[in-house]
């Protein structure tokens, strides 16, 4: 579904049905209908949404780690759009059989799939839902007809931000200087808490190594040898990929021409060059290839990759990824390859992985980071993201030279 499109649906939709809801379950705690949430609760099975773009699923794999150490033999259901089962399923972090999912394809897809999940959760009696969700309304009000007792939500407090009701029973402030990954753990924290605002706990400072994709036998072998058949020019070089599309948000992208430049260095200095994406980004990449020249060695993989497991096998082929931010990053880092990632719009204090083979680029001039939970990522940018364009491709170019050269000896 357009983005665009969501965000009118999530302001003229969700507000009013947050507001309805937060005076619903208002008047069912005043007629003491439902008790209120007890302190140190024994969780048995608790729901966790998470909606949100491919790669956040790999920045929370640490929250289901701390969920299972802080109630031991709970049992985990999740709740994700289907696109992004399948990085769910690389994680093991749920059993297939405890996943839901919505389709987002179309309004009516949605509603339908929407009302089949409430069904699910009514069906299920969770104790408790965790809503991982910053950008949208959708996921609070799915926690608020869950009928779970412990609802742990991102608030926005007394600050300016999304209003998603007031029906959370941990609601815990959205914190733009904490890293993803500890905020989401800061929701299981909070579940049963009886301070105001939830999870007071001492800063984490852990961090989390990213959990280690394992193909199955023979895999990696397979996918290598369909693309040399179907790039002969990539068989015998070492293979640089790269993400030049901004996928649903464009102002996440380093310019084109920055990208040409680098890639022309690197096939000059005789590697081969693979550009992946989404179907939709076949014409981006035939750009790119375009500011090449054509050679031989820059291939066009956008569209190519069938599923993430099939990326990611490439990404064991591949020596170095220079990508903008995006769900690429936190795959890769799941994987031995070297990345190189472009910041801006966004931040790596926030986003970025652990992995010690990742490397992030930011000029943080004044506007940057401009996309955050408060706006819903819809920035004030007019589309001259001079947080990008100021990363210089001589700086990115060496960079690769040295990652490659890393990756060389470790080979």
């Known amino acids: ?20 809801l937060s005076a619903w379950h208002a ?42 150490e802080r109630h031991p033999g709970v ?18 972090v749920v059993d297939p059989a405890h996943v839901i999912t919505l389709r987002d394809g179309s309004p009516a897809q949605l509603a339908g799939d929407l009302l089949r999940a409430v069904g699910i959760m009514r069906s299920e009696r969770f104790d408790a839902v ?32 999304l209003y998603r009701g ?25 579940i049963g808490t009886p301070t105001t605002p939830p999870s007071k706990n001492a800063p984490i400072a852990e961090r989390f ?32 990929l790269l993400y030049p599309s901004g996928g649903l948000l464009p102002i996440r992208a380093w310019p084109l021409d920055h990208y040409a430049s680098v890639a022309r260095a690197l096939l000059a200095d005789g590697h081969a060059v693979g550009i992946i994406g989404m179907p939709e980004d076949r014409p981006l990449a035939d750009d790119l290839r375009r500011a090449c020249d054509f050679l031989p060695a820059i291939v066009n993989l956008a569209g190519e990759t069938r599923s993430v497991r099939h990326l990611m096998c490439l990404f064991h082929r591949a020596k170095l990824l220079i990508t903008n931010d995006g769900g690429p990053v936190q795959f890769a880092a799941m994987t031995p390859i070297h990345a190189l ?7 790596p204090l926030l986003y970025s992985s652990w992995s010690p083979r990742m490397r992030a680029f930011w000029q943080p001039i004044a506007c940057s980071p401009c996309v955050t939970a408060y706006n819903h990522r819809n920035s004030p940018c007019d589309g001259d993201n001079q947080c990008l364009k100021r990363i210089a491709p001589d700086a990115v170019l060496a960079a690769a030279r040295e990652a ?8």
Request: aromatic share 6%.
């Open 166 to 190: 007031s029906f959370m029973t941990a609601p815990v402030p959205y914190n733009p200087y904490r890293h993803l990954s500890h905020q989401l753990i800061a929701l299981v924290e909070a």
């Open 27 to 68: 008047a069912q705690r005043a007629l003491g209908v439902v008790p209120l949430p007890d302190d140190r609760p024994l969780l048995r099975r608790v729901l966790v949404i998470l909606l949100s773009e491919m790669g956040s699923l790999v920045l929370a794999e640490p929250m289901f780690r701390r969920l299972r």
């Open 75 to 92: 049992e985990i259901h999740a709740m994700v759009f289907r696109k992004n089962r399948s990085v769910l399923d690389l994680l093991r």
């Open 341 to 347: 990632v472009m910041y801006g719009p966004e931040t």
């Open 404 to 411: 490659l050269a890393a990756a060389s000896q470790s080979a």
């Open 1 to 20: 579904m357009d983005i665009h499109l969501q965000r009118l649906v999530d302001r003229w939709v969700g507000v009013p049905l947050c507001g309805a």
């Open 209 to 240: 190594t990213p959990p280690v994709f394992e193909p199955e036998t023979g895999e990696v072998e397979r996918e290598v040898s369909q693309l040399h058949r179907d790039h002969p020019a990539c068989e015998g070089r070492s293979l640089v």
């Open 130 to 161: 965790v809503d991982c969700e910053l950008f949208a309304r959708i996921s609070a009000i799915l926690s608020g007809v869950s009928g779970a007792r412990h609802r742990a939500g991102f608030h926005r407090a007394t600050q300016e931000g």
